[in-house]
């Protein structure tokens, strides 16, 4: 069974900042493309961020561009999600998943992995 584990969430204040982790299988890392999704309570899971298949900049959500950059350590299979200037709206759960390059970067339906989650707070 593939695991990807998220790490790094927590509680945080307004205008903060937090680096969200995620280590990845080897097999997946190199062939899948990684993205990072959100849920707020009550609310459906929502694209964050992923790679593209070249080496292009990588897509974002518009709610989070300027704000988020998500990365990669090629030698340690694990993407990274920079988070800076939090505000309350981004508080979720924050998931990293794994998706063939071939399918849509910005629906769930386009990922096939997926971590467990780690929740994000950010106060006002």
């Known amino acids: 069974q593939v695991q990807l584990v998220e790490s790094g969430g927590g509680l945080v204040q307004a205008g903060g900042s937090l680096r969200l982790s995620c280590v990845v299988p080897?097999?997946?890392?190199?062939?899948?493309?990684m993205g990072w999704f959100r849920q707020a309570p009550g609310k459906e899971r929502e694209f964050v961020a992923a790679?593209?298949?070249?080496?292009?900049?990588?897509y974002y959500a518009d709610s989070v561009k300027g704000r988020f950059t998500i990365s990669r350590d090629n030698a340690k299979n694990t993407v990274y999600l920079q988070m800076n200037s939090l505000t309350p709206e981004d508080t979720a759960d924050y998931y990293c998943?794994?998706?063939?390059?071939?399918?849509?970067?910005?629906?769930?339906?386009?990922?096939?992995?997926w971590g467990q989650g780690t929740q994000v707070t950010v106060s006002s």
């Open positions: 080897g097999r997946i890392f190199s062939s899948y493309r």
């Open positions: 790679f593209r298949w070249n080496i292009g900049s990588p």
């Open positions: 998943a794994a998706g063939l390059y071939s399918r849509t970067y910005y629906d769930t339906k386009g990922y096939d992995y």
